[in-house]
C-alpha cells in the first residue's frame, strides 16, 4: 500500500517510466500442472528471486491480477509493472537556482532575427512554450552534482529538494544499471541482470511502456507521426524526452540532413534543366542527330549485326546531353562541398544539441554511472563463454596444480581466432557473391543481346538494348533487394561470432561489416557501369570475347554516362521505394498479424470475457514490434547519402529524390516509432558515434569517385581537348568526327563481319568509338597521339579537381566553426557566472575561517585540534549559517 | 619581519617563486634632484598605490636596500622582491589520499618491458626519483577541488593540510592574475595590471627570478643544458616543473621530433647507399658517359656556344642518379607515411603528458581562473584604444544627446578596416618582394652564364655552371636570410596593427603572418627549382627569351632533380647553421655585451665597493634577455620540418642534417633558457595549439608535393614508359637515345647557330633533352605521342601516389589510438576507483540521514524546518563523524 500510495503520487509528474518485464515461464503461485521440468523449476525460483530483490531495491511491482489469479493459461504471459521514479525528463530539468535570460540581440540582426522567426512560424511544430527550448536558459554547471553547494548559498528553502531529487537520480541510474547488468551498486552485489535473464529464457522479454496518458505521446502525434505536419520542424526536444537522447540524436540529423538536401535539389533542379535548355543548341547532340553527316558505324555483334547510322542513336544522345553538360562538372563540385557544409552543420547542430541537453556535462558523476550502465557492461554470451573457459581453464590447472588468478580472466586472440576465420573469409565469400551476381547481370546482358541480334523478327532487334537494359537493371535491383536482407543477417550473425566484449563494442562493429557489406552490394552494379562497362571490349577486328564467343559490351553511342544514369536511378529509386514501403511498412504489419494469429491459436480457449476488459497497456505494447537499435534506419540512409554524393555528378537528380523520399521517411520513421514499436529504453548519446566517420568518409571518397566519374565515365574531358586543341575554327563542330576512329571493313576477322548487309557493297571503311590510329597510317589501328593527349587531360583534370574540392573543403570546415557563435558565448557567460558565484562563496568562506580563528583566539581553550575540526566543519558546509550562528554566541 | 619569517620558512619548499618588478623611474624616498617632471610625479604615484596594493594582497616586498638608501644614482633600476607563495610544484602535488600502485605488466610482455628499460637506461637523465614521475600514481580527479571531500572519509589529519593547501592555491591564481591584469577577483577591483604598468612605462619590467638556490636549477644545468647529455633523453617533468608547462610541452615536442628522425635519417642514409651502389650499375647513367654513343647536343647559349657531346655531362648524370634511382619514390612514400606517424605519436605523448601533469582536469575551476589570467585579457594595447573609441563615442553622445551603454562596446570591423587593408597590401607586398628576389637570382644567373659564356678564356667557360649555380645560391641564401629577419619583425608590426583582442588571439594571428611569410621566403627559390626552371626554354629554333635577348635558362642535362638537390641542401644547411650559430648564439651575446657597456657609460661612477659586493640575484637576472615567447624556436622547427618533409623526394639526407642539428639544438635551447634567459613566467597550456595544424597541414601538402617531384622533376616515369612501352628488349637500353629529340641545325633561326664550332661541317642534327617529333616528321617540332603518354603516365603517377599516400595516412591515424593503451586504461581504473569512493561515500550519508530522521522520530519536537537542516547538513558535511556523534548519544 505503501508503494501504490508513492506511485500515485508520482503519476502526474512528467516522464515517469513504466518497466514491463514479461516472463517467459507459467506463474508461480498457479498451482497448475506445470514445473514438472527441473529446469523450468530453476527458473522459477531464479524469477522468485529477482523480483524479491527488485521489490527490495525499493521498486513497486504490479503483477497482472487477472492473469496471475486465473490458472496458468496463457503460460507465455506474465506482466511486471514497476515504476522506477523519475526518468530522463526529471533528471534533466536543471537547478533554477541561478537562472539568467538569454541576450536579445538588438539592431539590424535582431530584427532580421525576428522577421526569420515569423517567416519560420508556420513550419514550427505546436508545442506548448513549457515543453519546448524556453528562452531562459540556466547554468549547466549546476548539474553536477559536486557543485550542488555553490547554488544553496541563496535558496535555502529549494535544498533539500535537491538532495532528493539527486539521490532519487542516483537511485534511478542504479536501478537501470541493476536491472541490466545485475550489478548492483549498492544493493546486494552479482545478481544476474534482466538482460542475461532474458538471454538465459528465464524472462521473455522487458521494456518500459509507451505512457498513453501523457501528453507527450498526444503532441507527439500530432505534430511529429502525421505525413500533414510533413512540412514542419520536428518537436526535437519533444522526442528526446520521450524516447532518450539517441533517438532524438537520430532524427535531428535526419532532420538537418533533409532540410540541406533542399538547396542541393533546388541546384540539381537547375542543372537539370540547363540540360534541357541547351539541348537543341548543343553541338554534338546536334551533330549526331544530322542525317547529312552519315557516319557508318562498325556493326555492334558478329555477323548477324549490321552496319549502322550514327543519326540512328540520336534519342540517346539527347538524353545524354541532359546529364553530361558542363554544368553537371560545376554541380559535382557544388556538391562536394555541400557534403563539407552538410558535415560542418551537423556538427552545430550536435553542439547546440549538446548544449541545450545539457549533454556536455556527462564527463562528470552521470558518466560514471553510465559508463558501469547496459552500453558498457559484457554482454551475457560474452560473459557466458568467459564462464566455461574459466571452467575449462580450472580443471586443467587442478591438473597442473597452479594457482588459480581471479578475476584477469580476459578472452584472448585464440578463443577468438575461430571467429575471425570465419569472419574474414565470409566477408570475402560475401564479395565474391556480389561480384559474381554483378558478373552474371553482365552475362545474362551479352547473351540476351546477342540471342535478340540473332532473332529474325525485326520488332524484337529494334528493341534490344532498351528490353536488355531495363530487364537488366530489374534484376540487378531484385538481387540487390534479396542480398541486402541477408547480408544484414549475416553480419549479424558474424558480429556474434566475434564474441565482442560489451555492447557498444558490438554495435560498432556489426555497423561496420553490414556498412560494408551493404555498400559493396549496392554499389558494385554501378561502379562496373561508371568505370568497367564498354573499356574492355576491343576494337573491331579484335574485340575481347568472353566463353564461346560473346563479345563484352559495349557502352550506348551517347557515352556511359546515360546509362549509369539509369542505372543510378533506377536502383535509388527502386530501393528506397520498395524499402520503404514493402519493408519498413508491410513486413512489421504482417509480422504483427502473424503474431496475433500465433496468439489467438495457442489459446483459444480464452474466453470472451477477456476480449471484453479493456486491454491493460502491457498487453498493448507487448503485441507491438521490439525495438531493435537504429542501425538499420542509420544504414538506410547512409546508403541513401552514397547516392546523392557519389555519382551525383552523373545524376543530378538524385538530391531531389532523395529529399522526396527523405519527407516520407521521417513521418513513416516517426509513425513506426510512436505506434508500432514497444517503447525503447531511453539511451544516452552524445553523438551520433560511428556513422558520423562513415558519412565524412564517404564524402571524401565521394570527391575522387566524381572526379572520375567527370573525366572517364563522361565526355566532358574530351569536348574541352577538342574545343581548345584540335579544333580549327574553336567550336564544338567536327566534334563527333574526331571522336571517331576509321576501320577498313577487310581487316575483320573470318566470319564476323556482317553476314548480309543493306550497305555492303558501297562500305569499304566504318567507324568505331576510340581514338586509334587509321588503316592508312603505319601504326594502323595503335591509339593515337588523341587518345593519349585526352588521357593526359582527363588525369590532370582528376587532379585538379580532387585537390581543388578538397582545398575547398577544407576552407569550409575551417572558415564555419564547429560551436555556433551563440553557444561559445553563452558558455562564456556561464563560465564567467559560475567563476563569481565561486568567488562569492569563497569569499564567505574566509570570512567564517577568520571569524573562527578570533573566536579561538578568545576563548582561549581550543587547542589546534579544535581549530583544524572547526576549519573544516567550514570547508565542507559551505553555508555561512553556522558562521552567524557563531558570531551570535560572540555577541 | 612577519613577512620576513613567513618566507624564510617557505624558502625550502619547492617551487616557490619570486618575482622581480623593474621599476623605471627613480625610488621615492630618495629625496633627490628628480620627480620635477609632473608626468614622472604621476608615475611616481601610480607606483605607490600598487605597491601598497600588492602588500594588501598579503605578498612580500623586499626592495633593492643598497640602492634604496642610496640617493638615486641608477635611475633605471629598483627591484621589488615578491614572494608568491606556492607555484606549479606544490600545486600540481596530488591528493595523496588514494595512491594506487601501477600494475607491473607480467609474463612476456613484462619481461620485454623490464630488457626496454634496462637498455634505455643509460639514455635516462639522471634526476632523483622523488622528483621524477613514479611509478605510484595518485587518483588524478582529487585536484578537482570540489571533489576534495571525498577524500577526507579516512584521512581527517591530513585535511586540514588540503585545505590550506587549496586555498594557497586560490591565492596563488589570484595573485597571478591580480598582477597581470589588475583584475583583482576577491580584492579592490579595476586597477591597472602589471603588464598595463609596463606598457605605459610606469614599470621597466616584471620576470620572476631564477632559483639558483633551488637544487632543480643544478639538476637541469647537469642533465640537460649540456652538450654532453646529447644522446639522453630530456628531464621533461623537471623541465615542466622550471618553466611551466608551455615550455615544457615545446621540449617534448622537440624530442618527440628528434626521435623520430633517428628512423627517417636511417632509411634515408639507406636510400642514399643504394643509389651509391647502383650508380655502376645503372644503364642511363652509362649510357650517358658512355662515349661511343657520341650524341651531339645543340649548343647551350645563341652563338657563342658550340655543339656539345653528351658525354661531358657524365659526372652529373652519376650525381643525379645518387638522388633520382627508384628508392627514392620508397623513400618518398615512407616519408608520407612518416609524417602522419609523427602527428599520432605526438598526439599519443601529449596525451600521456597531459595525464601525468594532470592537465586534463583543467576543465575545473583552474580552468576559471585560468580564463581570466593574463592570456585570456584583453591587451593593454586594444584596452587603450577601446578607451580612446569609448571618450570619442562620448563627445559624440553628448552633442546627439543619447544614452550611453556602457560595457557593451568593442571594436568594430570599421576599427579595424584601415589596420586589415595595410595587412594585406602588406603581405602582398612581401609576397612580391620574394618572388622578384627570386626572379632577381634567375636573372642574375642568366645573364651571368650568358656573359661567362661569351668570355673567350676558356678556363671560365669550362666552369660557367659550378660558379654559376653556386653564386646564385649562396645569393638565394643571403637574401632569405635577410628577409627572414625582416618577415619576423613585419608579421609583428602587422599584427600589432590588427589590435587583437588577447594574447592568445595576438599570438595565432603572429603565428599565421609569420609561419606564410617566412614558409614562401624559404621554399620560393626550391619551389622555382622543382617545378618551373627548364619548362619555358622552349626548343631548338624557337628559344623563349626574356629581356634583350637573354635565353631562359635549362636543366643541367642530368635533370632537374639534382640542381633541386644543391638547393635544397645549401639552403637547409646553411641556413641552420647561420641561424643557430650566428643568430642564435651570437646576437644574444652581443647585446648583452652592448647593454652592460651602456649600463658602465651611464653609471661610471659606481664605486668599486658596489661591484665588490656579491651581485643580487635580480640584478644576474635583469642582465639577461627577456623571454620573447617559443615563436621562433617553433618556427625554425616548423620550416625545418618543411625540409624534411615537402621535397624530401629529391634529397633522401635531408632527416639525417635535421636529426644533427636538431641534437645540437635542444642542448642551445636548453642553455639558452638556463643560463642566458630571465626565467619565464610559468604558462599552464594543454597542447602546442596552432603548430599542431600547421604541422598537419604541411604533411597533407607533402604529399601532392612529392608526388609531383618525383613525377616531374625525376626522370623516374619517363624510364618506367620506356622500360615497359618502348624498349624492344625490355631493358633501360636506348633510354638516352628515346629522350632526345632530333634538331635540323639548318633550322636554327638566323644568328643564332654556333658562329664557329669544331664540328662545324658534320653537324646536320643536333639532340635536345624532350619528346617532339624529328624534323622529317610531317609535324615536325610538335609534341610526340611519346610526349603525351610520358605526360599521362606521370599524372597517372600522381593519381595513384597521392591517394595511395592519403589512405596509407588515414590508416596509420585509425589503426593507432590516439590515447595510449596504458594510459586509457588507468584512466578506466581511476573513474572505477572514483566510482567506489563515492558510491561509499553516498552509503555512508544515506545511513547519516537514516539515524537523523531515526533522531527526529525520537526527538519528536523538531520540525520539518530542523529535518531539512539536517539532510542538509549531512549532505555537505559528507563526513560521518557528526553521524557517529549522533549515534553516540543515541547509546
Redo the contacts between chains.
Keep these: 500500500y505503501h508503494y501504490r500510495r508513492r506511485r500515485a503520487s508520482l503519476r502526474g509528474s512528467p516522464g515517469h517510466h513504466r518497466l514491463s518485464i514479461i516472463s517467459n515461464g507459467s506463474f508461480p503461485v498457479s498451482g497448475g500442472g506445470g514445473a514438472a521440468d527441473p529446469a523450468e523449476e530453476e527458473k522459477l525460483q531464479i524469477r522468485e528471486e529477482f523480483e524479491a530483490n527488485l521489490a527490495d531495491a525499493g521498486l513497486e511491482i504490479e503483477r497482472d491480477k487477472e492473469v496471475s489469479g486465473s490458472d496458468a493459461v496463457r503460460p507465455g504471459r506474465r506482466a511486471f509493472l514497476t515504476a522506477v521514479v523519475s526518468a530522463a525528463a526529471t533528471l534533466r530539468v536543471p537547478n533554477p537556482t541561478q537562472p539568467y535570460e538569454l541576450k536579445e540581440v538588438k539592431g539590424f540582426s535582431g530584427k532580421m532575427n525576428a522577421m526569420w522567426r515569423k517567416l519560420n512560424q508556420p513550419f514550427q511544430p505546436k508545442v506548448p512554450q513549457m515543453l519546448s527550448q524556453s528562452r531562459t536558459k540556466f547554468l549547466s554547471h549546476s548539474f ?1 552534482r ?2 550542488l ?1 555553490l547554488y ?1 548559498i541563496k535558496q ?1 528553502d529549494t ?2 529538494d535537491n ?1 532528493t531529487r539527486s ?1 532519487i537520480v ?1 537511485k534511478h541510474n542504479t536501478i537501470q544499471t541493476f536491472l541490466n547488468t545485475g550489478q548492483t ?2 544493493f546486494t552485489p552479482c545478481l544476474p541482470g534482466i538482460t542475461t535473464l532474458i538471454a538465459n529464457g528465464v524472462y521473455d522479454s522487458a521494456f518500459p511502456l509507451h505512457d498513453v496518458s501523457f501528453f507527450f505521446i498526444i503532441l507527439l502525434h500530432d505534430e511529429w507521426a502525421r505525413y500533414g505536419a510533413f512540412y514542419k520542424y520536428q518537436p526535437i526536444d519533444l522526442i528526446r524526452k520521450y524516447f532518450g537522447e539517441k533517438i532524438g540524436l537520430y532524427f535531428a540529423w535526419l532532420g538537418v540532413y533533409t532540410q540541406l538536401l533542399i538547396p542541393a535539389s533546388l541546384v540539381g533542379i537547375i542543372v537539370f534543366f540547363y540540360g534541357c535548355a541547351t539541348v537543341d543548341t548543343n553541338v554534338p547532340s546536334l551533330e549526331m542527330c544530322d542525317e547529312r553527316q552519315n557516319f557508318t558505324m562498325c556493326p555492334l555483334c558478329d555477323g548477324a549485326c549490321d552496319y549502322w547510322h550514327l543519326s540512328t542513336a540520336c534519342s540517346t544522345a539527347r538524353a545524354s546531353h541532359l546529364f553530361d553538360n558542363p554544368a553537371t562538372v560545376f554541380f559535382a563540385i557544388f556538391m562536394s562541398l555541400w557534403a563539407a557544409m552538410f558535415m560542418e552543420h551537423w556538427k552545430r547542430r550536435q553542439m547546440s544539441l549538446t548544449y541545450s541537453w545539457d549533454l556536455s556535462g556527462l ?1 562528470d ?1 552521470e558518466v ?2 553510465f ?2 550502465s547496459s552500453q558498457e557492461h559484457p554482454r551475457p554470451k560474452y560473459e557466458s563463454i568467459l564462464l566455461k573457459k574459466r571452467e575449462k581453464k580450472k580443471i586443467k590447472k587442478i591438473k597442473k596444480k597452479k594457482k588459480n588468478e581471479p578475476g584477469q580472466e580476459k578472452l584472448t586472440w585464440r578463443d577468438r581466432l575461430p571467429g575471425y576465420i570465419i569472419n574474414i573469409s565470409s566477408i570475402l565469400f560475401m564479395f565474391s557473391l556480389t561480384f559474381s551476381a554483378v558478373f552474371g547481370v553482365i552475362i545474362y546482358r551479352i547473351t540476351t543481346s546477342a540471342l535478340m541480334a540473332m532473332s529474325t523478327d525485326p520488332e524484337t532487334k529494334s528493341n534490344v538494348r532498351v528490353t536488355v537494359t531495363a530487364t537488366a537493371v530489374i534484376i540487378n535491383l531484385v538481387v540487390i533487394l534479396i542480398l541486402d536482407e541477408i547480408y544484414g543477417a549475416v553480419a549479424v550473425w558474424l558480429t556474434e561470432l566475434e564474441i565482442p566484449k560489451t555492447e557498444t563494442e558490438f554495435e560498432e562493429r556489426l555497423i561496420l561489416k553490414a556498412f560494408l557489406l551493404k555498400f559493396m552490394n549496392a554499389y558494385a552494379p554501378i561502379f562496373y557501369v561508371a568505370f568497367f562497362k564498354g573499356r574492355f571490349a576491343g576494337r573491331p577486328g579484335d574485340y575481347v570475347y568472353i566463353f564461346n564467343g560473346f563479345r563484352m559490351e559495349e557502352c550506348a553511342p551517347g557515352g556511359c554516362l546515360i546509362e549509369l544514369c539509369i542505372q543510378l536511378s533506377i536502383i535509388m529509386l527502386g530501393k528506397q521505394l520498395i524499402q520503404n514501403n514493402i519493408f519498413e511498412i508491410g513486413i512489421p504489419k504482417l509480422k504483427k498479424l502473424y503474431r496475433t494469429l500465433k496468439e489467438k491459436g495457442a489459446a483459444p480457449e480464452e474466453s470472451d470475457d477477456q476480449l471484453a476488459k479493456t486491454p491493460q497497456q502491457w498487453d498493448l505494447d507487448y503485441d507491438l514490434e521490439p525495438f531493435e537499435g537504429l542501425t538499420p534506419e542509420y544504414m538506410e540512409m547512409i546508403i541513401q547519402f552514397g547516392f546523392v554524393s557519389l555519382f551525383v555528378a552523373s545524376f543530378p537528380l538524385a538530391p531531389l529524390f532523395a529529399l522526396l523520399n527523405n519527407v516520407i521517411e521521417i513521418r513513416l520513421d516517426a509513425k513506426k516509432f510512436v505506434t508500432e514499436l514497444r517503447r525503447p529504453n531511453a539511451v544516452r548519446a552524445r553523438d551520433i558515434g560511428i556513422w558520423y566517420n562513415i558519412l565524412s568518409g564517404m564524402g571524401k571518397f565521394s570527391v ?1 569517385i566524381n572526379a572520375f566519374v567527370i573525366s572517364f565515365t563522361s565526355d566532358f574531358i574530351p569536348r574541352l581537348v577538342y574545343q581548345y586543341m584540335y579544333s580549327e575554327t574553336g567550336t564544338m563542330y567536327g566534334f563527333i568526327d574526331h571522336t571517331l576512329s576509321y576501320f577498313n571493313v577487310t581487316n575483320f576477322k573470318p566470319g564476323t563481319a556482317p553476314i548480309s548487309s543493306q550497305y555492303d557493297k558501297e562500305v569499304t571503311v566504318c567507324r568505331y568509338k576510340d581514338y586509334r590510329e587509321p588503316p592508312w597510317s603505319p601504326l594502323a589501328y595503335q591509339f ?2 588523341q587518345y ?2 585526352v ?2 587531360a582527363r ?2 583534370f ?2 585538379l579537381f ?2 581543388l574540392v578538397m582545398l575547398l573543403s577544407t576552407l569550409v570546415d575551417w572558415v564555419i566553426p564547429d560551436v555556433p557563435k551563440d553557444i561559445s558565448e553563452q558558455l562564456k557567460k556561464e ?1 564567467t557566472l ?2 563569481d558565484v ?2 562569492r562563496e ?2 564567505d568562506k ?1 570570512q567564517l575561517i577568520q571569524s573562527l580563528f578570533l573566536k579561538d583566539k578568545d576563548g582561549g581553550e581550543a587547542g589546534p585540534r579544535a581549530r ?1 575540526r572547526a ?3 567550514s ?5 555561512p549559517s553556522p558562521g552567524q550562528t557563531v558570531k551570535h554566541t560572540e555577541v
Design positions: 553536477s559536486d557543485k553547494h544553496n535555502k535544498f533539500f538532495a539521490r542516483k551498486l549498492m564527463e558523476e560514471m554511472t559508463a558501469l575522387i593515337s597521339k593519349w593527349a588521357l593526359a588525369l590532370a582528376i587532379i580532387q585537390n563560465k559560475l567563476v565561486f568567488l569563497e569569499k574566509l583544524c576549519a573544516s566543519f570547508q565542507f558546509t559551505r553555508q
